[in-house]
Every structure is written in structure tokens, then in C-alpha cells.
């Protein structure tokens, strides 16, 4: 039993007068949408686990904390080479002072558990370090770097999605200017500023030629029947065969053919034409404008933030070693493995 019992003896002065007490830091943090409202229309039922739309932002802050740049900024911020290389640590839990970036990475990765809680939608975060101070600063450094992080993809979102809007308004700005200068050269062109106007009035102007070649020809038939030879007579039909001629211009700058630069049809054609464009330019252009101001907005506001359930605590007690639970599970393996080296010992010495 000495086999047994030396082994177990030394785990157990070691655990006792050597392992360093080590110290474990819990908070807890939820990922929010500013445009969230407080009562969500899914009701989060306590054990069934539902999407969060948020949990891809909850599962990036989880990636940083344990990824080499998560590291490097929590080096920064605090030299986790210094606090996990304190003298006071014992040396098979003690970090080398000149750890490498990546040997400082994997120390660290042991060092932290951040995972996400799918049935509260929560990140939970749990830091382990050699004293409690250190495992309280350590862990508000690291609920510190989790709030820049989450500010600094809101800010970056933030910014793309008002350049996005910017250049949207610019083009339908461009779009929309286009549209008005062709407008413009339509109307030199045609050397009229509304075409529908310029219609209505030739419409006007034939109604008012058809009275008056009306009245001219019952006038001229009155005469005819009561005074066939009257010298008057020639006048009357050289003003209605005037009157006709004047009546046929205006039908033909009216509906003559669409190719000619001067009728009405083929102007009113292509002023309809480019005040569909221009229609659907202008529209373009005011909800590029609403949309970038509606972004411009958004952006002087926070859209994601942690929300902290409850944050870093002064731990108390130390959270290992289990001295008791380790010295039995020691002392259960060494009592295996010499009830294993016996019987294969006492086999081979039988077969000898």
C-alpha cells in the first residue's frame, strides 16, 4: 500500500502548501437593439430556447474574448502577462513572463468561458484568476472590451449604411438633373413651355374657327337666296375659304405627322415621355433624400448596446482546488492502478 500511499501523500502536500487558490468572476450581459421594444411579440418561455436576433452580435463578442485580438486589447489594457506571471502563482498554473502572443492566447482561452445562453438570449461570462482583485479587474476589462466591441461594429455599421445613402441620393440627384436638362432642351426645341397648354389652346382656336366658318356660310346662303347678284358675295366666300385655310393649319399643327418638328402630337408624345422619367426621378430622388435622413438619424443613435444582468462581483472564496474531491479522485486512480499493476503481475509471474 506505500505505493499508494506516498503518491497520495505528496498530491495531498502539494494541494495543500503549493496549488495557488484560484478565484472565478461570473457576469452576465444581453445584446439589445435600440429599436426593440420592451414587450416582444415571441415571449421568451422559461426552457424552450428561441432565436434571438441579436445572438449573431452575442456569439461575435464571444469569438473576440477568446480570439488572439480580444487578447492583445486585454494585454493592453491590464498586461495579462504581468497579473498571471505574479510570483505568488504556483509554477504549474504560473504564465512564463515572455510568453509569446500565441502561448499568451491558449493561457488565456483556459483562463475564460464565454458562451451563449440560448434559453435567456444572454452572453455569460466567467473569468478565473490567482487573487480576487485581479479576478474583479480582470473581469471588468473584459465587460469593458465587450462594450467597445459592440460600439465599434454599431459605428461601423452605422457609417456604411450612410455612405450607402449618401451615394443613393447623389445618384438620384444626378438622375433627376439629367431628366430636367433634357426637359429644358425639349422645350427649346419645340419653342413651347407646356404642350398640353399649347394643345388646349389649338383645340380652342378650331372651335372657335368652325363658329365663325358656321356663321359665314348662313350668312353667305342667306345672301345667295336674296340677292344672288350682290357684289358682296365674292367677299363673303373669300373669308370662309380664309377662315377653312386657318382651320386646316391648326388641324394639321394639331395632328399632322409625329416625325415633323412642328405638330402637336409628336410634341405632346415626347413631352409625356420624359415626364414619366421625370416623375419617376423626382419620386427616386425624395426617397433617396428621406431615406438619408432617416439613416442620419439613426446613426446619432446607439442601435446595439450591452445590457448588463448583473456585473463582476468581488469574489469571497476561492473556486478551487477541491482539495477533497481531488485527493479522492487521486487516491481512487492510484488505487486502480495498483490493483491493475498487482493482478498483471501476480499473471506473469504465475505464467513464469
Not at 438620384?172 to 404642350?195: E, S, T, V
Not at 347678284?229 to 386657318?246: M, N, V
Not at 409625329?258 to 420624359?274: C, W
Request: aromatic share 8%; hydrophobic share 40%.
Amino acid at each position: 500500500m506505500a505505493i499508494v500511499l506516498i503518491p497520495t501523500l505528496l498530491f495531498t502536500a502539494y494541494m495543500l502548501f503549493v496549488q495557488t487558490p484560484s478565484y472565478l468572476c461570473e457576469f452576465r450581459v444581453i445584446v439589445r437593439n435600440a429599436q426593440e421594444g420592451g414587450n416582444s411579440a415571441f415571449p421568451q418561455i422559461t426552457g424552450i430556447g428561441l432565436p434571438s436576433v441579436n445572438a449573431a452580435d452575442s456569439y461575435a463578442i464571444i469569438q473576440y474574448l477568446e480570439s488572439g485580438s480580444g487578447v492583445k486589447d486585454l494585454d493592453r489594457r491590464l498586461n495579462l502577462r504581468q497579473l498571471y506571471s505574479a510570483p505568488n502563482i504556483d509554477p504549474t498554473s504560473r504564465l512564463s513572463s515572455n510568453a509569446s502572443p500565441e502561448a499568451l492566447a491558449r493561457y488565456w482561452q483556459n483562463r475564460i468561458d464565454a458562451y451563449y445562453e440560448n434559453t435567456t438570449n444572454t452572453v455569460v461570462v466567467r473569468v478565473r484568476a490567482y487573487d480576487p482583485a485581479t479576478t474583479l479587474r480582470l473581469s471588468q476589462a473584459v465587460l469593458a472590451a465587450s462594450e467597445q466591441l459592440i460600439n465599434t461594429m454599431t459605428a461601423r455599421s452605422r457609417r456604411d449604411l450612410v455612405a450607402y445613402s449618401r451615394k443613393s441620393a447623389a445618384d438620384a440627384g444626378i438622375a433627376l438633373r439629367r431628366i430636367n436638362a433634357q426637359f429644358q432642351g425639349l422645350r427649346n426645341q419645340r419653342g413651347m413651355l407646356d404642350p398640353q397648354l399649347a394643345a388646349r389652346a389649338n383645340m380652342e382656336q378650331q372651335t372657335t374657327l368652325q363658329g365663325e366658318i358656321v356663321k359665314a356660310q348662313t350668312e353667305l346662303a342667306l345672301r345667295e337666296s336674296y340677292s344672288p347678284g350682290s357684289p358682296a358675295l365674292p367677299t363673303f366666300r373669300k373669308r370662309i375659304a380664309s377662315l377653312r385655310a386657318a382651320l386646316a393649319a391648326l388641324q394639321a399643327h394639331s395632328t399632322g405627322d409625329q416625325g415633323s418638328g412642328g405638330n402637336l402630337s409628336g410634341a405632346l408624345n415626347a413631352f409625356q415621355q420624359l415626364q414619366v422619367e421625370q416623375d419617376f426621378a423626382q419620386k427616386r430622388y425624395e426617397l433617396a433624400m428621406a431615406s438619408l435622413e432617416k439613416q442620419e438619424a439613426l446613426a446619432a443613435q446607439q442601435q446595439l448596446y450591452l445590457d448588463t444582468i448583473f456585473g463582476p462581483t468581488l469574489p469571497q472564496e476561492p473556486d478551487s482546488p477541491r482539495i477533497a474531491i481531488a485527493i479522492a479522485t487521486f487516491l481512487a486512480f492510484a488505487m486502480c492502478a495498483w490493483i491493475i499493476a498487482t493482478l498483471v503481475l501476480k499473471s506473469y509471474r504465475e505464467r513464469v
